[in-house]
Nanobody, 124 residues
Framework: QAQPVESGGGLVQAGGSLRLSCAAS????????MGWFRQAPGREREFVAA????????FYADSVKGRFTISRDNAKNTVYLQMNSLKPEDTAVYYC?????????????????WGQGTQVTVSS
C-alpha cells in the first residue's frame, strides 16, 4: 500500500508562507491523484487541493485559490503544497491522501491512504 508522510507544518504570521511536502512510500504505481485536506478544531475535514498523478491537472477549493499551489515530483513520489498569503482561518491539521481510481478528486471518502497530518498555525 502507499503510505503518505507529511512534513513542513509550523507556526507562521498572517501573510506569511509555508510549504508542505508529502512523500508516498510503498506501492504508488496505482496512484490516480494525491490530495490535501485540512481539519480545524470542531470542524469537518475539508478538501484543499488535488493533483492528478499522470497529467498534473490541479484542483483547488475556492477558499485557497490564488494563494495555494499544489505540485508534484513523480520521480520522488512527492506532492507539495505551497501556501502563500496565509490567514488565521487557514489554521488546521493538514492531511495528505492518495486516491487510486478516477472520479471527483474533491470527495474525501474516495481517498484510500492517509497520512498522519501536520499542524499549520497562522497567528494574527
Amino acid at each position: 500500500q502507499a503510505q503518505p508522510v507529511e512534513s513542513g507544518g509550523g507556526l507562521v504570521q498572517a501573510g506569511g508562507s509555508l510549504r508542505l511536502s508529502c512523500a508516498a512510500s510503498g506501492r504508488t504505481f496505482n496512484t490516480f491523484a494525491m490530495g490535501w485536506f485540512r481539519q480545524a478544531p470542531g470542524r469537518e475535514r475539508e478538501f484543499v487541493a488535488a493533483i492528478t498523478w499522470s497529467s498534473g491537472v490541479t484542483f483547488y477549493a475556492d477558499s485557497v485559490k490564488g494563494r495555494f499551489t499544489i505540485s508534484r515530483d513523480n520521480a520522488k513520489n512527492t506532492v507539495y503544497l505551497q501556501m502563500n498569503s496565509l490567514k488565521p482561518e487557514d489554521t488546521a491539521v493538514y492531511y495528505c491522501a492518495v486516491r487510486t481510481y478516477t472520479g471527483n478528486v474533491r470527495v474525501l471518502n474516495d481517498y484510500r491512504y492517509w497520512g498522519q497530518g501536520t499542524q499549520v498555525t497562522v497567528s494574527s
